[in-house]
């Protein structure tokens, strides 16, 4: 059984930081792109960033560009989410996403994903 266990998240001010992580197992994704989406009340899920299996191409939403960084450790089937200089805009529930299938390009989009994680809450104060 596949399972994506998101950590990580909690209440921070404005201005402070974070480290989401991502573990998976059932199976290994270090062959495959893995990501990062959002979705904060009332919304639709939004993408956060992507990476590709090696970490060779990596893409953010031009929101958190700057300020997010994502890695991965494919040999501890991990994934993280540095978020630094975070706003209140940037609340919502974090969800990892991977994905067994073959890409051209890393994907952003959520329905290109497969595997889902439960969601970890991301709340920052003003």
């Known amino acids: 059984q596949v399972q994506l266990v998101e950590s990580g998240g909690g209440l921070v001010q404005a201005g402070g930081s974070l480290r989401l992580s991502c573990a998976a197992s059932?199976?290994?994704?270090?062959?495959?792109?893995m990501a990062w989406f959002r979705q904060a009340p009332g919304t639709e899920r939004e993408f956060v960033s992507a990476?590709?299996?090696?970490?060779?191409?990596?893409y953010y939403a031009d929101s958190v560009k700057g300020r997010f960084t994502i890695s991965r450790d494919n040999g501890e089937n991990t994934m993280y989410l540095q978020m630094n200089s975070l706003k209140p805009e940037d609340t919502a529930v974090y969800y990892c996403?991977?994905?067994?299938?073959?890409?051209?390009?890393?994907?952003?989009?959520?329905?290109?994903?497969?595997?889902w994680g439960q969601g970890t809450q991301v709340t920052v104060s003003s």
């Open positions: 059932g199976r290994t994704f270090s062959s495959y792109p």
């Open positions: 996403a991977a994905t067994g299938g073959v890409f051209s390009t890393v994907p952003v989009t959520a329905r290109s994903y497969d595997y």
């Open positions: 990476i590709s299996w090696n970490g060779a191409a990596i």
